[in-house]
């Protein structure tokens, strides 16, 4: 038996004896609310067995698993059909960012609660006025003493109802003259459970409210909880980006392969399997998928260039189409409701696949500028 094999059968062991029914297939993008305080419970089994940060390094109490593994973990996973994870924001882009970046006492002052999954994290990015144009953000926040003093307004902040802390881009000094807009943005880790921090939940299309706006009206942070120096935070607002884009999406698009067969064994109950075109939609849906996901996990074992850009690109046009695919499956005849109301959440939350995270427009920006050499677009 090889090390995968071993690894294959010790993930497998523990799914089956801590699944439960009322877990299975909870949560998911458009889906984040539903079971949160069963899935969050799960989550922090799933930690305390040392699963949840599995692709860190042993050094900071990971596994420091090989792709190879990750790639089983998530397989293994999906395959048990366990919930969508509630600690993605902490585990995936904070943690590994506080690792690469963070000072030691920042990484054990916040690494353990993130990992065992006790402190929830979201991401203070957006503004209303700053999405795409990420460096034109005007939250300000000044040293005052030994702390900071934060102003202005966030948006789209997901899971910001449930997070204890917040990695916030803010503004601590003016864009030098004739230098790069990022520069005087600092990358600041802030509690959001004190009298400062306003959150206000927005409704989606969908009906939920998973995003939120964040309001901080002086809110404080420690002078010490600045990733990075002061002024840099650019730098590692991108590396958290990266993340965000890369090997993370790794456990998503295994789902994906639950999501497919959900959507034939549906095509299956209502006769739209018979239908001869989507019949073919179906089929190169599945040839699509073993295309991205063969793709994806190239593109990271070989460190493409732009690789995290070209990934994104990838999955969410996959995803998309399944949604459009999903509504012609249900036009075809009676589906039980339940799985109606199931892809009409996919189908709309899809549509801001190619948003969030980056938008797609952003990412093929990217790739044109760092790896084709073209000049850099013209700011309207
Ligand atoms: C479901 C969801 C969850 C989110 N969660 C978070 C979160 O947790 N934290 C957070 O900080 N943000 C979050 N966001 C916000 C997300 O990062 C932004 O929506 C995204 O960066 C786009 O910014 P914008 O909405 O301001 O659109 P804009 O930047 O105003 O863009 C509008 C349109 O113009 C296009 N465009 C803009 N600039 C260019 C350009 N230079 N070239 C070509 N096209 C361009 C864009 O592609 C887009 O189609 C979330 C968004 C969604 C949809």
Known sequence: MTDDDAFRREIRAWLAANMTAELRGTGGVGRENEAFELRLAFARRLAAAGWSTLAWPVAHG?????????????????????????????????????????????????LPALAAVEDLWCQGYSEPGAGSDLAGVTTRARLVGDRWVISGQKVWTSLAHVADWCFVLARTAPAPAGGPRSAGLSYLLVPMRQPGVTVRPIRQLTGDSEFNE??????????????????????????????????????????????????????????????PALRERLTRA?????????????????????????????????????????????????????????????????????????????????IAERVLGLPRQARG
């Open 62 to 110: 990971g596994r420091g698993a090989s792709l190879s593994q990750q790639v089983i973990f998530h397989e293994e996973y999906a395959r048990a059909g366990a919930p969508s994870r509630v600690d993605h924001i902490g585990t995936t882009m904070v943690g590994p960012t506080l690792i690469e970046m963070g000072t030691r006492a920042q990484q054990r002052r916040f």
């Open 214 to 275: 964040v309001f901080f009206d002086d809110a404080v942070t420690e002078a010490g909880l600045v990733v990075g120096e002061p002024g840099q935070g650019w730098r590692v607002a991108m590396a958290t980006l990266a993340y965000e884009r890369g090997a993370a999406t790794v456990g998503q698009q295994v789902g994906f392969q639950r999501d497919l067969d959900d959507l034939v064994a549906v095509a299956r109950s209502t006769g739209a399997a018979a239908d």
């Open 286 to 366: 599945w040839i699509d998928l073993t295309v991205l996901r063969s793709h994806t996990l190239r593109i990271l074992r070989e460190s493409a260039p732009a690789a995290p850009s070209v990934i994104k690109l990838l999955w969410t046009r996959w995803r998309q189409g399944l949604g459009e695919l999903a509504m012609d499956v249900l036009a075809h005849g009676d589906a039980d409701p339940a799985a109606v109301r199931r892809w009409e959440t996919y189908f709309l939350f899809s549509r801001a696949d190619t948003i969030y995270g980056g938008s797609n427009e952003i990412q093929r920006g990217i």
